[in-house]
Every structure is written in structure tokens, then in C-alpha cells.
């Protein structure tokens, strides 16, 4: 029987592996492009919850920006540190190898604190500061944001791997695929509302299934549920554009305007869907 480390470390490699295969159809077909393009071309520091295997950390790059990214996932964190470093930037990385603290018959994330290189400095030494933890965990981080003066946050194609549900420290409602984007993605708002300063844009990409004009006012209005806890302005326009069949060996996807809560394996045509919500600026 495999130990909860193992299983742990199994499932965070399968998921690797499997959006490596999603995020390489993502990049030939130009999109993570059209991503970057959702941002405000004026702001350079920007705080991306997620790193993937690193191509969307690498567009940021690419296009001038300075970025911190949070990852939970250690091999999402040194996939993407190789990358980005092949590709010639500064990237510093604090890891803190939450899969090897995993003992007994019980998974816990046990997020330690961590030296944090001096917020003032980091932008002018380092293209890109890499930290493996929770971000619905470690607390602590949204201070340390705050002082880096982050101008915007991007949450883009949330996914996780298959042994985050069993993780006890979670709330007991994250069972599913659904109800762990839904719970970052809150996440994401309540600590956008906090680092953010006035002018400051929350940028959300998901995909799913082509929606229609009826699907996409119900989308900005379950994103302005998600928006009534804090002062954030969320955009009445989305952004869509086709991205195409999947993979057949990639994560698979949640259907956004669908109570299935699971990852799909699907064929058919998937698009992407981006909303804009705004720190509002002083009267």
C-alpha cells in the first residue's frame, strides 16, 4: 500500500504531466497571447495564483512584466523555474517541500514560515520570485503582498491535483474539482480586495464550453456573487475566444454553467472566458 506521501507526490506529478499536454495546446495555438493581452499593458508587477508548468509564467515574462507566483505544487514550481531560467531570466525560488512533510495516515498541508527577500528590492533583482505554498493557507503572504505593491492578479485555468480533496485542512465542502476552483477563486477576491490598491485589475480565465449571451450574463453575475464580500468592480463584459478540442491526455475541464462538479474528458469545442474586476479608484 503506497504511503500518503507517495500518494500525494503520485498525483501532483500526474497532474504535471497531464496539463503539460493542456498548456502545450494552449501555447501553439497562440493563446497565452491573447491572456496576457487581458491585462493593462501599464501595469508591470503582477501576482499570478498558479504556475502551471510554466508557459503562462513565461508570456509574462516575455511581455515585460514582473511577477511573483504561488504555486502548492513543487513540481509545478521547479518545472517552471527551469524554463523560465533556460529562457534567461532572474528567477528566485523559496520551496517549501509541503509533499515531504506528509507522514502518518493523514494528508495536512503544514505550510512553514518562510524568509521572504525584502518586498522593495525583489522586482529590481528578480524577474520572477517563485514560492511554493497554499495561498488558501499561508496567511501570511497577503502581508508580504501588500508591501509589494502588486498591480494585477491574475487566476487563470485553476485545476489542482486528484489528492487535494483529501487534504484535512481544507473546508469539508472542497470535495470535487468545482468546489476547489470556486474556493480559490473566493479566495482570490477576498485577498485582491486587500493587496490591491485603487486602479489594481483581478483577472479571471477559465474555460469551458462556447457560451451564448444569455450564459455569459449569468457568468458576470456569478462572478459579482463572488465580488458582493469585498469593493471589487467586476467588468459586465467578457472576453471569449475559441481555444479548441483538448488534449486527450490532458486534466479535462469543469463546465462552468453546470452543477457536475468533476473533471471531464471532452472533445468538444472549448473556448476561453476572461472577466476583468477592478479595484475602483477614489472619487
Known amino acids: 500500500m503506497k504511503s500518503v ?18 498548456s ?29 508548468v510554466g508557459n503562462s509564467t513565461l508570456a509574462l515574462l516575455k511581455s515585460g512584466k514582473k511577477l511573483i507566483s504561488v504555486d ?35 494528508y495536512a498541508t503544514n505550510v512553514k514560515h518562510k524568509s521572504l527577500p525584502n518586498a522593495k528590492t525583489v522586482f529590481e533583482e528578480f524577474d520572477c520570485l517563485l514560492i511554493q505554498s497554499d495561498i488558501l493557507q499561508d496567511l501570511k503572504l497577503v502581508e508580504y503582498f501588500k508591501e509589494c505593491e502588486i498591480e494585477s492578479i491574475i487566476c487563470w485555468l485553476i485545476g489542482t491535483h486528484g489528492a487535494k480533496w483529501f487534504d484535512s485542512n481544507l473546508d469539508g465542502w472542497v470535495k470535487s474539482a468545482m468546489d476547489y476552483r470556486l474556493k480559490v477563486q473566493n479566495t482570490v477576491y477576498e485577498i485582491s480586495d ?36 469585498t469593493k471589487l468592480i467586476v467588468s459586465d463584459k467578457v472576453n471569449q475566444i475559441e481555444f479548441g478540442t ?6 479535462g475541464m469543469v463546465k462552468q454553467m453546470s452543477r457536475d462538479t468533476n473533471f471531464e474528458k471532452t472533445q468538444e469545442e472549448l473556448w476561453l472566458h476572461s472577466v476583468n474586476v477592478y479595484k475602483k479608484r477614489a472619487e
Open 72 to 106: 502548492e505544487n513543487y513540481y509545478c514550481i521547479e518545472h517552471t523555474r527551469k524554463l523560465i531560467e533556460m529562457n534567461g531570466f532572474k528567477v528566485l525560488t523559496i520551496n517549501d517541500r509541503l509533499d515531504r512533510k506528509l507522514d502518518g495516515a493523514f
Open 194 to 229: 486587500e493587496i490591491l490598491k485603487e486602479g489594481g485589475v483581478l483577472n479571471i480565465i477559465d474555460r469551458s464550453l462556447y457560451l451564448n449571451e444569455e450564459e455569459l450574463k449569468n457568468l458576470i453575475i456569478n462572478h459579482k456573487d463572488q465580488a458582493s464580500v
Open 24 to 52: 502545450q495546446s494552449i501555447l501553439d495555438k497562440g493563446l497565452y497571447e491573447w491572456m496576457v493581452s487581458q491585462l493593462d499593458p501599464n501595469h508591470q508587477r503582477v501576482l499570478e495564483i498558479g504556475c502551471g
Open 5 to 22: 506521501k507517495t500518494f500525494v507526490q503520485d498525483k501532483q506529478k500526474e497532474y504535471l504531466n497531464g496539463w503539460s499536454n493542456d
Open 246 to 251: 483538448p488534449s486527450t491526455n490532458g486534466v
